[in-house]
């Protein structure tokens, strides 16, 4: 059976205080592993999407990377608008379309 | 504009009385999905559909049921509904299809539904 976990489960950040999320994972055999946005009260908000080690995607302020067995977001220098859950979600076995989620982080930035 | 709608948004119901939550996508995406979010548990897939008439569980399903009859639209059925659906409910679509062995995704989720179950 899949498992993402994610860590930290909350994390306070001073403005400019950069940091990174971390999604390990437990699957047969990785066919995509995607991160996602969460504001309050709203739909997750598709971010990126990560295949092999060694990959890297960015969007502004966001750098996710990908190894073997755990995926990083890195946050540059956040912004009190980057306060948010941020979701990991693979996909996993040939032919598969079952999205297995982890918990998400919750990201405070503090002004 | 690209969207995911779901009616209604809020939802107080007692056990028994069922209901249907509706989702429609106006993207022409082929996949659509039903999920749950609970605190502590996360997203949880409830049931998917890969196209008009092919349905399949996901990780939750039991208590629940869908149909797709049409593209646009994956209605979520609460047959008799028990306390423990009370919960927020999430609809997406998605662009989703395999490019040799990855998996391509661009998920789009709707609002969401809060249903609370008395």
């Known amino acids: 059976e899949d498992q993402v976990t994610q860590s930290p489960e909350a994390l306070r950040l001073q403005e400019g205080e950069s940091s990174s999320l971390n999604c390990s994972y437990t699957v047969s055999g990785l066919r995509g592993l995607f991160w996602y946005r969460q504001d309050p009260g709203k739909g997750p908000e598709f971010l990126f999407t990560?295949?092999?080690a060694g990959e890297e995607k960015e969007k502004e302020r966001l750098k996710a990377t990908l190894t073997k067995k755990e995926s990083f977001l890195h946050i540059t220098a956040p912004k009190p608008e980057d306060s948010a859950t941020y979701l990991c979600a693979v996909v996993s076995g040939a032919g598969s379309y079952q999205l297995t989620f982890g918990k998400g982080t919750k990201l405070s930035v503090i002004p | 504009e690209a969207q995911v709608t779901q009616n209604p948004r809020y939802l107080i119901t007692v056990t028994g009385k069922k209901l249907t939550v509706t989702c429609s996508q106006n993207?022409?995406?082929?996949?659509m999905s039903w999920y749950r979010q609970d605190p502590g548990l996360g997203l949880r897939q409830i049931y998917y559909s890969m196209n008009v008439e092919v349905t399949d569980k996901g990780d939750v399903p039991e208590g629940y049921k869908v149909s797709r009859k049409e593209k646009r639209n994956f209605p979520l059925i609460l047959e008799s509904p028990s306390p423990n659906q009370t919960s927020l409910y999430f609809c997406?679509?998605?662009?989703?299809?395999?490019?040799?062995?990855?998996?391509?995704?661009?998920?789009?989720f709707g609002p969401g539904t809060r249903l609370l179950v008395l």
């Open positions: 993207m022409n995406h082929e996949y």
């Open positions: 990560l295949y092999s």
């Open positions: 997406a679509s998605s662009l989703s299809y395999w490019k040799g062995d990855r998996h391509a995704r661009t998920q789009y």
